[in-house]
């Protein structure tokens, strides 16, 4: 049952603090390292990341991230000496995550690129099976889908699964711009009049690039942390509601949860899973996303009356269901953190507020209360604006799903966030 004796600060009432805009931060700040190794929508910078570990964690705890996207919280916690943890229920999640988070020996890395572009040259006229899907015709002209079949049978050839983990993500970063995908939209939007870039001279500058980062990496992450990788980097394709942590064993959790209409990454990341053959059907990928409508699920008290009042406003409806199930589904997660910190450990949730059908959609409010209810307390409650995080700028107020800026009726889809930093009784 709820407790009614839980206050919820008003959040819209909360002064910005300047210092946790980072809006000094520039496009190489935010991809140092490794993080500029594939472009993830709806991802936090680095600087939050660190940050937050920095002030609440020391040398060798745990820190953890069960909505890890592609692994900023895990990378950020090798780079100061933490043992990183990081779930997502996203396949190409966990290949980015897992390959951004290995540091590789460099001159090693090195031979087996060279190595690969010998390959792709003595194979540039080669002609190779290709996949039979649909959906790889819809985006792909038929020179780009054998060249890339042959590029990712060279890569598929790889031994070693980190490097070769590596260069699939190299892969899966030129596929937009190797497709008819609108290079400029973050919605699967086709454009008939693009050119796509040649596969192998795509890969090879990516490559080439992230070669350079993963030096950086290598030098930058702690001899200690490099030499015993798998004791400070998990990384897992999971549910966010089965963290691969003893119960008590974390000293902080950081992360960003997906908002409603989480599926909507699903269509975002349906390039490199049509390539990776992770899934045979679009709406089969969806399903595994938090708060989808496209699977049900048992109704459950959402421990909060703002969550309630929400779904009520939203009427009887399948957009009602899809809020329904996901703070459904978030109070699982939260419930699960719980039990994976140690007693006074953090979660720091970075979440925004959005609206849908006209209705305010408290994110930040329903998590707070939510938590309460569990066994969190307040610790603090950080306003922060978003000048350089990676989202569609702007929400249709009808369905609340990422549109074009030239819609009038457009409105911008989170011109703020919040950082609930809440501790553990």
């Given at each position: 049952m709820m407790n009614p004796s839980f206050s919820i600060p008003n959040l819209e009432r909360i002064a910005p603090d300047p210092s946790w805009a980072f809006a000094d931060s520039t496009r190489a700040h935010t991809r140092y390292i490794t993080h500029g190794y594939y472009t993830y929508p709806a991802k936090f910078i680095p600087q939050l990341a660190g940050r937050l570990i920095r002030e609440l964690t020391k040398e060798d705890e745990m820190v953890v991230d069960p909505f890890m996207g592609s692994g900023t919280t895990v990378v950020e916690a090798m780079v100061q000496g933490r043992i990183g943890v990081g779930v997502d229920i996203n396949p190409v999640a966990s290949l980015v995550a897992r390959a951004k988070a290995t540091p590789l020996e460099p001159t090693?890395?090195?031979?087996?690129?060279?190595?690969?572009?010998n390959q792709l040259e003595s194979s540039a006229r080669a002609t190779v099976s290709t996949l039979n899907h649909t959906r790889i015709d819809y985006w792909f002209?038929?020179?780009?889908?054998?060249?890339?079949?042959?590029?990712l049978q060279h890569i598929s050839a790889i031994r070693d699964e980190d490097t070769r983990n590596f260069f699939l993500v190299a892969f899966a970063q030129i596929l937009k711009s190797c497709s008819i995908w609108l290079q400029r939209s973050v919605k699967p939007t086709r454009d008939l009049h693009k050119t796509p870039a040649d596969p192998f001279e795509a890969f090879q500058k990516q490559a080439r690039y992230m070669l350079k980062q993963n030096q950086v990496f290598w030098e930058t992450v702690p001899p200690r942390v490099r030499q015993a990788v798998n004791a400070y980097r998990i990384v897992q394709c999971a549910d966010a509601r089965t963290l691969p942590v003893p119960e008590g064993a974390a000293s902080l959790i950081v992360t960003s949860p997906p908002y409603v209409t989480s599926y909507e990454y699903a269509d975002l990341h349906q390039l490199a899973a049509l390539w990776f053959e992770y899934y045979e059907s679009l709406p089969e990928f969806r399903k595994r996303f938090i708060g989808t409508a496209y699977s049900e699920r048992v109704p459950i008290d959402l421990k909060s009356s703002i969550a309630d009042r929400i779904c009520a406003e939203l009427g009887e409806n399948k957009k009602s269901r899809e809020?329904?199930?996901?703070?459904?589904?978030?109070?699982?997660?939260?419930?699960?953190?719980?039990?994976?910190?140690?007693?006074g450990g953090k979660a720091c949730i970075v979440i925004g507020?959005?609206?849908?059908?006209?209705?305010?959609?408290?994110?930040?409010?329903?998590?707070?209360?939510q938590m309460q209810n569990i066994g969190f307390d307040i610790h603090r409650i950080i306003k922060r604006?978003?000048?350089s995080k990676i989202l569609p700028q702007t929400r249709d107020p009808a369905n609340g799903r990422f549109t074009s800026a030239k819609k009038s009726n457009k409105v911008l889809a989170y011109p703020v966030e919040y950082?609930?930093?809440?501790?553990?009784?």
């Open positions: 090693a890395l090195a031979r087996v690129y060279e190595k690969l572009q002209p038929k020179k780009q889908k054998e060249r890339l079949a042959i590029l809020v329904r199930n996901y703070f459904a589904d978030m109070l699982e997660c939260f419930s699960e953190m719980r039990r994976a910190l140690k007693i507020n959005t609206e849908l059908q006209g209705v305010k959609i408290l994110n930040a409010e329903v998590f707070v209360e604006e978003i000048p950082i609930l930093v809440m501790e553990k009784e």
